[in-house]
C-alpha cells in the first residue's frame, strides 16, 4: 500500500466514523459511503453554465428514512454536524477562510437548494447566498410561494475557494461527505441542484448544465434532484431566466404547490 492510499483510507475511516456518529445520534439506520478521492478536471469561472470534467464517485446508496427520526433530533445532529465543520482541516481551503459556510434556512425543509461554494460575502457572514445571487436565489423562491426561511439552502463545499474559483478535485472529495451527512438529516423531497458542479457533486458524473437542466435526476437513489443554472449566470444572462423559471415549476408541480 502506497502512502497516498494509506491516506485515504484513513480518510475514509475518519469520514465514514462520523457519519456513522451522527446518523446513530438522529436516530437513523444505514450509513451513505462517503466518496473516495478522485481527479477531476477544473476549469477557473466558477458559474460557467457547461463544465467538463472527469466523475467524482457516485452519490452515495439510498439514504436512511430521517423523516421518521424526532425534528429536534434531526436539527440537533445538524447541529452538531455544524459545529464540526467548524473546525474542519480536511484540505486547503481551511487555511484561507473567514469562516465556514454551512446552510441557512429550515432544517427540516421538503425544498433544498444546493450550490457551488460561498463567495467573498458568504464567508464573511457565515450564511450561504447572502450577495447578489443570494438575493436573485431569494427572488426566485418567494416566486415559487416559499419564505427564505422555508427552504434549505447549502453548498458542496463549506469554504471559500480563493477568488471564487471552481473547487478543486481533493476539496471536493474531503467536503462531499458532510454535505450527504446534511442531506440524510435534512431528508428534502426535493433537490435543486444550482449550476454544473453543485450537479455533479450530487449526482457523481459530468454534468453539462445547458443541457441537463430541466431533467429530473436521481440522488442517494430516492431523492429527485432539478439540474438548473446558478443565480451568478443569471445575473449575466438574465434572458436564461425564462428556462429557469420552467424548471423551478416543474419543482413546484412536483411539491403540489400552485403556480
Not at 50 to 63: N, R, S
Not at 215 to 228: C, H, Q
Amino acid at each position: 500500500m502506497t502512502s497516498d492510499d494509506a491516506d485515504e483510507l484513513r480518510a475514509l475511516v475518519r469520514a465514514t466514523r462520523t457519519l456513522a456518529e451522527q446518523l446513530r445520534a438522529s436516530g437513523a439506520s444505514g450509513v451513505p459511503a462517503a466518496p473516495r478521492h478522485v481527479a477531476v478536471a477544473t476549469r477557473p469561472s466558477s458559474t460557467s453554465p457547461a463544465v467538463e470534467h472527469a466523475p467524482l464517485p457516485p452519490a452515495p446508496p439510498p439514504l436512511p428514512e430521517a423523516s421518521t427520526t424526532p425534528p429536534e433530533e434531526r436539527a440537533r445532529s445538524l447541529a452538531a454536524l455544524s459545529a464540526e465543520v467548524v473546525g474542519c482541516t480536511r484540505c486547503a481551503l481551511a487555511g484561507g477562510r473567514t469562516q465556514t459556510v454551512f446552510a441557512r434556512g429550515n432544517p427540516l425543509a421538503e425544498l433544498c437548494f444546493v450550490g457551488e461554494g460561498p463567495g467573498a460575502d458568504e464567508d464573511a457572514s457565515g450564511l450561504p447566498f447572502v450577495g447578489q445571487a443570494g438575493q436573485l436565489l431569494d427572488k426566485m423562491i418567494a416566486a415559487m410561494g416559499y419564505a427564505p426561511d422555508e427552504v434549505y439552502i447549502c453548498n458542496i463545499v463549506k469554504c471559500r475557494p480563493p477568488g471564487n474559483r471552481k473547487p478543486e478535485p481533493e476539496e471536493l472529495s474531503a467536503c462531499l461527505p458532510y454535505l450527504h451527512q446534511q442531506l440524510a438529516l435534512v431528508s428534502p423531497k426535493v433537490i435543486v441542484a444550482l449550476g454544473a458542479t453543485a450537479a455533479h457533486g450530487l449526482l457523481g458524473a459530468p454534468v453539462a448544465i445547458t443541457r441537463a437542466r430541466g431533467s429530473w435526476r436521481l440522488y442517494a437513489g430516492r431523492v429527485p434532484v432539478m439540474p438548473t443554472l446558478h443565480p451568478a449566470y443569471l445575473l449575466r444572462q438574465p434572458e436564461a431566466k425564462r428556462d429557469v423559471w420552467r424548471d423551478l415549476q416543474a419543482v413546484m408541480e412536483r411539491l403540489g404547490k400552485k403556480r
